[in-house]
């Protein structure tokens, strides 16, 4: 399966999915995003203190914390970064998931879970550099994609109505 190909699926598979799969899969997925060993390279020269502080409460507490709180929160991280274009990729995933995860529970978007799906397996990719003729190839990423599969795939029943990613 080409990256085209994977990326296609993905996105039938959250269109169709019901709301307790898709949420399911949202907390699944945004967790793994925030996980503190994709901070491990990061230089805390990067962001302030407060920022930081910010991240780490929005990181602990990213399935209990409201949108409107987490909004505060990712603004608080935003005006704490203090490197121009060369944010850790730890740092940048956690904080890309925890804005797409703030959208979704802001409007309840689809699109934002998409998201959040690309999110996982570019982390996946960086760690195994996948072949983009047959993304699939290697054991992990073949995982992470059964991981997107069964999580979606748990209860079927919604995405019938011809609705989009974005419209639900």
């Known amino acids: 399966m080409n990256y085209s190909e994977l990326e296609a699926d993905i996105l039938e598979l959250i269109v169709a999915a019901d709301e307790g799969s898709v949420r399911a899969f949202?907390?699944?997925?945004?967790?793994?995003?925030?996980?503190?060993?994709?901070?491990?390279?990061?230089?805390?020269?990067?962001?302030?203190?407060?920022?930081?502080?910010?991240?780490?409460?929005?990181?602990?507490?990213?399935?209990?914390?409201?949108?409107?709180?987490?909004?505060?929160e990712l603004s608080t991280v935003y005006d704490g970064i203090l490197v121009d274009d060369d944010l850790d990729r730890g740092v940048l995933t956690?904080?890309?998931?925890?804005?797409?995860?703030?959208?979704?529970?802001?409007?309840?978007?689809?699109g934002?879970?998409?998201?959040?799906?690309?999110?996982?397996?570019?982390?996946?990719?960086?760690?195994?550099?996948?072949?983009?003729?047959d993304f699939l190839a290697t054991p992990r990423m073949a995982a992470e994609y059964e991981r997107i599969r069964r999580l979606l795939e748990a209860q079927t029943g919604g995405g019938v109505d011809g609705r989009t990613a974005d419209d639900a």
Do not use: M
């Not at 956690?94 to 689809?110: C, G």
């Not at 934002?112 to 003729?133: K, T």
């Open 26 to 72: 949202g907390e699944e997925t945004v967790t793994r995003l925030v996980r503190p060993e994709l901070l491990r390279y990061a230089d805390e020269d990067e962001l302030a203190e407060d920022a930081w502080a910010a991240l780490t409460t929005a990181r602990e507490n990213v399935l209990t914390i409201s949108a409107a709180d987490l909004g505060r």
């Open 94 to 110: 956690a904080i890309q998931a925890l804005a797409h995860w703030q959208s979704y529970l802001e409007r309840n978007s689809r």
């Open 112 to 133: 934002e879970l998409y998201e959040l799906a690309i999110r996982s397996i570019e982390d996946v990719d960086h760690e195994v550099s996948a072949d983009l003729g």
